[in-house]
DNA sequence: GGAGGTATCAGCCAAAAGGCTGAGAGACCA
DNA sequence: TGGTCTCTCAGCCTTTTGGCTGATACCTCC
């Protein structure tokens, strides 16, 4: 039987070790390499060929998880890429899925968990956290409050404290376009100002 | 020679998973429990007595990390708290020492690092993460940059995404007084904009 | 009793943000 | 092929915010 080849992307040492600690307990898992930033992510998956990429979505420097899946997808379909992260929030979500992840786990999990969401992914099976799935089901039931990719994607640079300048020049879209999307941001996260935003995303949407 | 025993609270399994796997490398360290909350962390910091509690600060439901250290030395329990968390915020550092803890340790920190704070901590050692440390020299350094109460006050409400007329009205001052403060309180935060304060105030002073 | 810190307020001006309407391009799907 | 969604952009106008300067009042501490 082949052992399910995996490669870690974490910036965290200890998250890495608990996970390949947890993985090895497995027969038919392998962790084959692992990475502590996004870039190193890319050069293995491609050194290794993995046959799953667990990914953390924030990673301290450099290129984020979502930025890293994008990039796995545009080079290499083969590999399917679960997220592993601590939050749980809406945006991140959206993102992910958007970026092209076949799961998404929180780091609470149980290790069945983990273990199925792996053994799913390998076979084209979407795994996730039970407190994902219920946000996502809401999210069908609402569909007038979900933010799009882009929404999301400005959402999140938002939260940094970001002017609208500053925002277009970082997703290479003009002023107006920003005023628009943060227009329906709002409208979709039912606030008035950008402050009020900000919060509602901290608190609701679970960012930082 | 006598191993250093030592106690894990934190909610992620993989965390404790991970520590438990670089820890046990260690001839000298050997960990005797974990706990995934805080009232376990308690009942079993009481029942095996371990020299070094390494803690998580953010625990998902019931006591949080700081609450579970004050609990600790509340009963004056002999044993050294090591703060275990994934971000280094003013607050959380201020509050966790405050509350007793001895180290304060990122997850992004190196074994060696971690080996060697939960050796210093049995023998009163304070040991931090560099970033931390650098932190509270800031801290001394710029005292110009502490809150006064009443900036404190504004700057809890300006999260919830208030306008300054809201402000005003809530903390019954004009407008004109609500600017003053938002001036001072910018100029101490190091921002220009609201937006950047709300980001700010939530990540590094840890409010929300 | 003066110095420094804190909290209060005013006015003026420039910049940023927000509300509104309209519109074109590309993707996707029935 | 036509409708819908998403992303993009523009112009116009109002409101809000931020920068600056200066002022009064209270408190504490030396």
């Known amino acids: 039987m082949n ?20 993985l090895g307990t497995q027969p038919d898992i392998e962790v084959v390499a ?34 890293a899946i994008k990039q796995l997808r545009r080079r290499n379909a083969k590999q ?11 945006a991140d ?17 149980a290790p069945e968990e983990i273990f199925a969401a792996i053994r799913g992914a390998v076979q084209g099976k979407s795994v996730m956290s039970a407190p994902v799935a219920s946000r996502l089901f809401q999210q069908l039931r609402n569909p007038d409050e979900v ?8 959402l999140s640079l938002l939260i940094e404290g ?24 709002y409208a979709k996260l039912g606030v008035e100002t950008r402050a009020a935003a900000i919060a509602t995303a901290i608190r609701r949407e679970g960012m930082r």
């Open 93 to 109: 979500i959206v993102r992910a899925v958007d970026a092209g992840a076949m799961g998404y786990l929180l780091k609470d999990a």
């Open 147 to 154: 933010l799009t990719p882009r929404e999301a994607e400005l």
């Open 34 to 67: 692992e990475a502590a930033s996004g870039e190193d992510g890319l050069a293995l998956a491609e050194q290794h060929s993995p046959a799953v990429v667990v990914m953390d979505l924030a990673m301290g420097a450099g290129m984020d998880g979502i930025e």
């Open 162 to 185: 970001l002017s609208n300048r500053e925002l277009g020049q970082r997703l290479f879209i003009s002023e107006a376009t920003v005023k628009t999307h943060l227009a329906h941001i």
């Open 3 to 22: 052992r399910i080849t995996v490669l870690l992307v974490d910036d965290h040492l200890v998250v890495r070790s608990g996970l390949k600690a947890l």
């Open 80 to 90: 399917a890429v679960l997220v592993f992260t601590t939050y749980d929030s809406d």
